[in-house]
């Protein structure tokens, strides 16, 4: 790709540092002037508008996740993630009964919704009147739903987080030209025991119905597990802290809310569009492609911009503007487009709306804490998966 650093100079002078921070600004720049661009800082290509977006997500001809570049397989082993048509389905069908909307909703509503207010009154008893609401209601939320829903035995939540944490590294390791450590080997293992003892001693669990489809191995069962754990646990807590920092931030928005609360749920896709909690998704052509009149080679990496792609003012009107009340806001694309669209996204959807309803049912005059944070508030961050760091908040104590 030697010519394309001029070809592209906007894309040429973008650093990782830029794609981590306030990206918005120069997917902005890019979506106007290069939709497609080639970024050095990546080592390949940046697709930033919402139709290009879903030209290459939904084209697994041409552009595919079948690839051993591909890290997470690395760690892993294949998955519903890693690859592309019959396998793709294979390994994906037996998970989507349970991953409907009406079984979510028959499921999880009143469980979900339940266990957002008891964290929540459990922040309200706490020593302190204030909070994060991150680590106390985002995070802890979307362990404990991933957890309920797999059915796993032995579903303590710090054991799952270091499991997490531990293969998470290992993933990044890998992407960055490592092998993975022994803290990760040792955190598959345990889990690989876990998904094996669920699926022989929990009939009723979603894993021994999986298992006994019999359509997968033992061992794609477990990458296919992992993957779901941990993809729900990362975008969930990123999506339910997006959705938060955008109400504290726009007070003027949690009144809207307030008052009418079937904007909740149209609130939340909104901050889906404005952030969402994985933003960059990766293909690979599998031929010599042209995309927007740019020649891309066979085997190049194609990196989506989800983030670009929703605010795409040929789409949505004053984009970088959070309105609860846009009409359009289902039109963003933070659970993808295409056979790679998010599994989980109805069980997503349901537990950051619980926790924005939670939230405004029992601290109605919550507000972001500045007294916690001496460099003030910071939006989301992140190379891939965007959420900011801490949500510090108060309230009036009784």
Not at 77 to 97: K, N, Q, V
Not at 276 to 289: F, G
Request: proline share 5%.
């Amino acid at each position: 790709m030697g010519t394309s650093t001029s070809q592209f100079p906007i894309g040429a002078s973008i650093t990782l540092d830029h794609l981590s921070g306030n990206v918005h600004p120069y997917l902005a720049h890019l979506r106007a002037e290069e939709p497609v661009s080639w970024l050095p800082a990546l080592g390949g290509w940046l697709v930033t508008t919402r139709s290009l977006a879903i030209e290459v997500l939904r084209d697994v001809q041409k552009y595919t996740v079948d690839d051993p570049r591909f890290s997470t397989a690395q760690v892993l082993g294949p998955s519903m993630l890693s690859t592309d048509g019959e396998e793709h389905l294979r390994h994906r069908a037996p998970f989507i009964p349970p991953f409907q909307q009406t079984a979510v909703r028959n499921d999880f509503e009143d469980w979900t919704t339940s266990e957002a207010h008891r964290m929540v009154e459990t922040l309200l008893t706490g020593p302190c009147a204030w909070a994060d609401l991150r680590a106390g209601l985002a995070g802890p939320l979307a362990v404990a739903v991933i957890a309920r829903a797999l059915g796993l035995l032995n579903a303590d939540p710090d054991r799952i987080l270091d499991w997490y944490r531990s293969i998470a590294i290992g993933i990044e390791g890998v992407n960055a030209g490592q092998i993975a450590g022994e803290d990760t080997r040792l955190a598959v293992a345990e889990l690989r025991r876990e998904v094996d003892r669920t699926v022989r001693n929990s009939a009723g669990s979603m894993l021994a119905g999986v298992a006994k489809d019999g359509s997968l191995s033992a061992a794609e069962l477990f990458s296919n597990t992992a993957v779901l754990m941990f993809g729900a646990i990362e975008t969930s807590e990123g999506m339910t802290s997006n959705a938060l920092f955008q109400l504290l931030t726009n007070p003027a928005q949690i009144t809207a809310l307030t008052e009418k609360r079937g904007l909740v749920a149209n609130a939340v896709e909104e901050s889906l569009r404005m952030e969402p909690a994985a933003t960059l998704v990766d293909r690979y052509a599998t031929r010599d492609v042209v995309l927007d009149g740019v020649a891309i080679a066979a085997g190049d990496l194609v990196t989506v911009s989800l983030a670009g792609a929703n605010r795409d003012p040929s789409v949505f009107t004053d984009p970088d503007r959070y309105d609860a009340h846009r009409t359009n806001a289902h039109l963003q694309l933070a659970f993808v487009k295409g056979p790679h669209v998010c599994l989980g996204l109805h069980l997503a959807r349901l537990q950051t709306i619980a926790a924005v309803n939670a939230v405004l049912d029992l601290m109605p005059d919550v507000m972001l804490d500045s007294s916690q944070s001496q460099e003030g508030f910071e939006s989301a961050r992140g190379l891939v998966f965007r959420k900011p760091q801490r949500i510090p908040v108060r309230w009036s104590p009784n």
